[in-house]
């Protein structure tokens, strides 16, 4: 008996390792946990992209729940996502801000006019630093931070109508309680 | 016998896989395309902490190796603070701060790291105890041949060069 339980040792040892990595198979590796979650968001300010002698800080926002869209004319996923946002925007549930990253002022601006304009306003990123304090790697990114300008949440890739529902709408419920 | 060798198959393709575990943590080193360097010994550094530091858009390239865009705003990043005087230390507290441990080629030792630290050599070291110990038992089976089937053993041996005389 114990001959036959020893000898399935390797087998078992084996298994695991197979369970280890076809858990690995399903598992989104662009999908890093952000250290900015449960921190406040970092400060900038920024001038606004369609009115350039406005600026925009986040500081502006204390006292509400909103969301910190990164996008950008060049971004092929955010086309994807736009639509997505364009319907979220039209319910009016949170003030949703954009930040057009390493973009031309023009190309921004055009893509807004072309498709329509779900934020409330976008600061202009230029050359990206705020990006990079954001931790931004993947646009498009969306941030949902709370009244105290905590980050929440974040959501790198796309979103979609399944995220809106399952995960944004609840999280924002919960914080405009809190 | 069969399941004697089912045994040894499956111990090599542990010690196998332990091993690749285990060279898997040791990066490469790849060639990397020389800076323009205005100063030679500043763009070392860069390049010194940049190799350590992981790109998050191509995931498998250091922020050295990599033509990515983040990856060329980053490696600016890394050179305006260290001009600064900034030391490496404060540099990678900075990246780690926005984009956590997963941005280091080197993950720190923590309590949820020390199994992928460990894990390969771990597994190494079972496999090495377990083949220990399969030798020494089949030394003993060697060993606890029966006195009747030794006897039989010795009169086949004995029996040999008489039938070599015999054609």
């Known amino acids: 008996m114990k001959r036959v339980l020893l000898s399935l040792l390797p087998l078992a040892g084996f298994l695991l390792l197979a369970w280890f990595l076809m858990v690995g198979l399903h598992r989104d590796p662009r999908a890093i946990p952000s250290p900015l979650v449960g921190k406040p968001a970092p400060a900038f300010v920024l001038s606004q992209l369609k009115a350039p002698e406005k600026n925009f ?3 502006e926002m204390q006292g509400k729940v909103w969301l910190l869209n990164v996008w950008a004319s060049w971004c092929v996923a955010c086309r994807e996502e736009h ?3 364009l319907d979220f925007s039209r319910l009016g549930i949170v003030p949703i801000m954009g930040l057009n990253y390493k973009d031309g002022r023009s190309d921004g601006v055009n893509l807004l006019r072309q498709f329509g304009d779900p934020y409330n306003l976008s600061a202009f990123d ?28 974040k959501q790198t890739g796309p979103i979609t109508p399944e995220v809106i529902n399952k995960t944004l709408l609840p999280l924002i419920r919960e914080l405009n309680n809190a | 016998m069969l399941r004697n060798a089912i045994r040894t198959g499956l111990l090599c393709a542990m010690l196998c896989a332990g091993l690749c575990a285990g060279l898997a943590t040791i990066p490469a080193s790849a060639d990397v395309a020389q800076p323009v360097a205005r100063d030679p010994q500043l763009e070392a550094r860069v390049t010194a902490l940049t190799q350590e530091l992981r790109c998050l858009v191509c995931q498998n390239q250091t922020i050295a190796d990599s033509h990515a865009d983040l990856a060329i705003d980053l490696k600016n990043q890394v050179r305006e603070k260290l001009a600064q005087g900034q030391s490496e230390k404060e540099i990678t507290d900075y990246m780690v701060q926005r984009y956590g441990d997963f941005v280091l080629y080197r993950p720190p030792m923590k ?16 496999g090495i105890a377990v083949l220990a110990r399969m030798i020494a038992n089949r030394r003993v089976a060697v060993d606890a041949m029966p006195e009747q089937d030794m006897q039989h053993a010795a009169a086949l041996l004995a029996e040999v060069p008489e039938k070599k005389e015999t054609p």
């Open chain 1, 57 to 59: 800080s986040p500081q």
């Open chain 1, 83 to 85: 639509p997505v946002l």
């Open chain 2, 111 to 126: 309590s949820t790291t020390w199994l992928l630290w460990i894990g390969p050599f771990l597994i190494l070291f079972c």
């Open chain 1, 126 to 153: 230029g050359d990206g630093r705020v990006g990079i304090d954001y931790g931004v790697y993947g646009v498009p990114e969306t941030f949902v931070i709370d009244k105290h300008g905590v980050i929440r949440y």
